[in-house]
């Protein structure tokens, strides 16, 4: 069997994801060895944008017009295009700046603007059509290797569509929530960390994304009930996903 | 006038981030790093949110070293709010950056560095005939990464890692059982430094200004005096007096001085320079007996520096955590109005948070300087040398060596336009 043609992209992000396949290291050697690496420029020389892949990886939000375009190319010739982590996923924390006036932002931060061509920052299913989400902030082991091996396998892949909270309970972690009163993320965030902040005594903040049909509202409230100011609660529920619908009834600031 | 010949690198490979390269030929060589990361506007939207989330968000503008963000922030955030942490939890966070800079030091020297050494395009290529070296790699950045998330809970993008201390500490029994891992990769650290000792790095040799934290009785990595080669010698609060930073109009990154000076670099060769006699003993040893002998000028030697540091973090680290017991700890943290600053030794180098928060919490002000923003202009001028000497060689020759040249940096590209 010829071996899978695999592209990896980076847009605006921290490269995490990238690494985060490097730090996969147990199954790395067999995993390089199973597929062909035609794209990834961290990792190696020489490669082309336009070359036909099997599976484009893309990891990083769109903050360019340059970014958008080739985003579409690099569409046209894959088979597959899978976002992987936040920033691809759901905007993550490069959009948080989404929530301002985006030329106020840039001013605090270059005397010249006029060498600044930002955009928004966007998910990549924002410009196209995607074949699945590897959801997490760095993306999780579990789901890319699902994802890739279900596609390649013409197989539905089994991606975990519930939140943290179902983690945390398998983990029997006491809720900090319900418990202690803590400002957990948790009921609208998508598993996949396996509870990985309550299990060190810290309340989600939502890195791995909004989950789908998320109840933001209602969380939104009994943060209200526990005494958050409205501007925390904002920030509760920007920091990982502006973009999304799902957590746009927790962005009202009352 | 005339027009000159010239070479474009227009996506530089392995490296973290996005740059191409300008050379223009002749006479006097005009270099340009066109760093084209896209803005990524930190120091923008950090302002408005509140002072415990801004850890957790600016460990994400950089997916090697999340730990030194998160640690120089958090410093920085400390000064402003007059927290005060204990000595345990100062111990831990050095523990935490030892062992990130260790793991990316790993991947710069093998999977970043190492392939133009030997003409391949990546380690992909290098797999079938280096399999003992990536072996190497794989060991002990596992071990690294394991220390990272033993104290962290996560090596990218830690989780326990708060303004006053953690979240959790670990048992005993953990940090017993990554004793036994860093005793075992000791022995292949000397190997790393044997490896990169290997290499046949460019003869090349440019004065340059080195800069570094400076401790008394340790290898400063977290706190200390910013001390240069030149004599410069000032507490960390003084930075925005000495260092100046500046837009330039062909890359997203800034470019930094030393006020009424000039280029300088940081990084693993400027630390050898401030404080080699501050390294463990059994590393200085090591370098004697490789040879490697300071003053040193010539910048692709920051590749065998941070081979050296490898070896050297992995003693550190076996100490710290053998002389120490950690126990639970409350944080305390009461929020007040102030601004502060702090400076870090990242793995690449020096690297700057400042911020003013409000009196709610909320950050008013930010700027951040990193490594590569510190070293892009003293890059720029080494090239030019570099090529200036160079020019008779073939262009693809020519090419390759800049390539090496500024990958022996180590530079993050991504951190630079943070």
């Given at each position: 069997m010829e071996k899978p043609k695999i592209g990896i992209f980076k847009y605006s992000c921290c490269a995490g994801c990238e690494f985060q396949l490097i730090y996969f290291q147990k199954n790395i050697l067999e995993t390089l060895g199973a597929v062909d690496i035609l794209y990834c420029k961290m990792l190696q020389s020489g490669g082309i944008e336009e070359e036909p892949l099997d599976v484009a990886l893309i990891e990083g939000t769109i903050t360019e017009a340059w970014q958008a375009a080739q985003l579409k190319k690099i569409r046209e010739i894959s088979k597959y295009l899978i976002p992987i982590g936040s920033c691809a996923v759901c905007g993550g924390i490069p959009a948080i700046k989404n929530i301002s006036q985006e030329l106020e932002v840039e001013k605090r931060v270059y005397q010249d603007t006029s060498l600044i061509h930002s955009l928004k920052a966007h998910p990549v299913d924002h410009y196209v059509k995607v074949d699945g989400y590897v959801k997490g902030c760095p993306m999780g082991?579990?789901?890319l290797t699902e994802l890739v091996i279900s596609l390649l396998l013409n197989?539905?892949?089994?991606?975990?569509?519930?939140?943290?909270?179902?983690?945390?309970?398998?983990?029997?972690?006491?809720?900090?929530?319900?418990?202690?009163?803590?400002?957990?993320?948790?009921?609208?965030?998508?598993?996949?960390?396996?509870?990985?902040?309550?299990?060190?005594?810290?309340?989600?903040?939502?890195?791995?994304?909004?989950?789908?049909?998320?109840?933001?509202?209602?969380?939104?409230?009994?943060?209200?009930?526990?005494?958050?100011?409205?501007?925390?609660?904002?920030?509760?529920?920007?920091?990982?996903?502006?973009?999304?619908?799902?957590?746009?009834?927790?962005?009202?600031?009352? | 006038m005339s027009?000159?010949?010239?070479?474009?690198?227009?996506?530089?490979?392995?490296?973290?981030?996005?740059?191409?390269?300008?050379i223009k030929?002749?006479?006097?060589?005009?270099?340009?790093?066109?760093?084209?990361?896209?803005?990524?506007?930190?120091e923008g939207f950090l302002v408005g949110r509140r002072y415990d989330e801004v850890g957790d968000i600016v460990s994400r503008i950089c997916g090697i070293c999340p730990v030194s963000?998160?640690?120089?922030?958090?410093?920085?955030i400390e000064k402003a709010m007059d927290i005060n942490v204990s000595e345990q939890t100062r111990i831990l966070r050095k523990i935490m950056s030892i062992s990130q800079i260790v793991a990316s030091h790993l991947i710069h020297l093998y999977m970043l560095?190492?392939?133009?050494?030997?003409?391949?395009?990546?380690?992909?290529?290098?797999?079938?005939?280096?399999?003992?070296?990536?072996?190497?790699?794989?060991?002990?950045?596992?071990?690294?990464?394991d220390l990272t998330t033993l104290i962290g809970g996560r090596a990218l993008h830690p989780v326990t890692y708060m303004p006053g201390g953690f979240t959790r500490i670990p048992p005993i029994k953990d940090f017993n059982a990554i004793l036994g891992k860093l005793r075992e990769i000791k022995i292949e650290a000397e190997m790393v430094v044997e490896d990169i000792s290997g290499l046949k790095l460019p003869d090349f040799s440019i004065d340059a200004e080195y800069v570094a934290l400076d401790k008394e009785g340790e290898y400063a990595i977290n706190e200390g005096r910013i001390v240069s080669s030149s004599g410069l010698d000032i507490p960390v609060e003084k930075y925005k007096d000495y260092f100046q930073e500046y837009q330039v109009n062909y890359a997203m990154a800034k470019q930094s001085v030393i006020k009424g000076r000039n280029s300088f670099m940081v990084g693993a060769l400027a630390r050898l320079h401030i404080k080699f006699n501050k390294l463990q003993e059994?590393?200085?040893?090591?370098?004697?007996?490789?040879?490697?002998?300071?003053?040193?000028?010539?910048?692709?030697?920051?590749?065998?520096?941070q081979a050296l540091e490898i070896f050297d973090g992995i003693l550190c680290c076996l100490r710290l955590i053998?002389?120490?017991?950690?126990?639970?700890?409350?944080i305390k943290v009461e929020v007040r109005a102030g601004e502060g600053g702090a400076v870090t030794e990242a793995p690449r180098g020096l690297l700057y948070h400042w911020y003013k928060v409000d009196r709610k919490g909320v950050i008013e002000k930010a700027n951040i300087v990193t490594p590569t923003a510190h070293n892009f202009l003293n890059i720029e001028k080494n090239l030019k040398k570099l090529v200036k000497e160079n020019i008779p060689k073939k262009r693809d020759e020519i090419r390759l060596l800049c390539e090496e040249l500024v990958r022996a940096y180590d530079p993050c590209f991504s951190c630079s336009v943070h």
């Open positions: 082991e579990r789901d197989k539905r892949a089994d991606l975990l569509e519930y939140c943290v909270c179902v983690e945390c309970k398998l983990k029997n972690n006491i809720c900090l929530l319900v418990a202690y009163h803590q400002p957990c993320m948790g009921p609208v965030t998508n598993a996949g960390c396996e509870a990985l902040c309550p299990s060190n005594n810290r309340a989600c903040y939502g890195c791995w994304g909004p989950m789908k049909d998320a109840n933001a509202k209602a969380l939104a409230e009994q943060f209200k009930k526990m005494g958050l100011s409205s501007e925390d609660i904002f920030r509760k529920f920007t920091e990982f996903g502006e973009p999304t619908e799902e957590l746009k009834p927790g962005q009202l600031k009352s | 027009h000159q010949e010239h070479i474009d690198i227009d996506y530089l490979a392995r490296v973290e981030g996005e740059t191409a390269i300008s030929l002749g006479e006097q060589p005009a270099i340009e790093l066109k760093i084209f990361e896209p803005p990524r506007l930190f963000h998160m640690t120089t922030a958090i410093l920085a560095a190492m392939p133009d050494y030997y003409g391949y395009g990546g380690i992909m290529e290098m797999l079938p005939h280096f399999g003992k070296e990536i072996n190497r790699l794989m060991k002990m950045k596992e071990v690294m990464n059994e590393t200085r040893v090591l370098a004697k007996k490789i040879g490697f002998k300071l003053p040193n000028n010539n910048p692709f030697y920051n590749n065998l520096a053998e002389s120490n017991s950690f126990k639970d700890e409350e």
